[in-house]
């Protein structure tokens, strides 16, 4: 059995709610939060980048970033590891869960073979 390797999660500045900041805390993930490295106001070009040079695994609900062409460019530039919500209408505790399940399964998918 593999051991699963250390992953830092990087919730997008749209996704700055306490409960999924506290709830992925609890579950005791390795997070980076969008304002403790960048400005709230900074383009989305800019800090996908370096979240791609830290190997971080970005957590958004924020659709430009599949939807517009360079920050596409970006995220495939950098290998970025993404996960976003294709709803919108999702309450912070609704996101929180679906983020600890898919993690849980890809934890245990990752610790077999």
């Given at each position: 059995m593999r051991q699963p390797q250390s992953i830092t999660f990087f919730i997008d500045r749209c996704l700055c709610s306490r409960v999924i900041i506290s709830t992925l805390k609890g579950a005791e993930l390795t997070i980076e939060v969008h304002h403790d490295h960048f400005d709230d106001n900074a383009q989305d070009v800019a800090w996908l980048p370096e979240?791609?040079?830290?190997?971080?695994v970005v957590l958004t609900k924020d659709s430009a970033i599949i939807n517009n062409c360079l920050e596409r460019i970006a995220v495939a530039s950098a290998?970025?590891?993404l996960f976003t919500f294709a709803s919108q209408n999702l309450t912070g505790e609704e996101m929180a869960e679906i983020f600890l399940k898919a993690i849980r399964f890809c934890q245990k998918e990752l610790t077999v073979g």
């Open positions: 979240v791609g040079k830290r190997d971080w290998q970025i590891k």
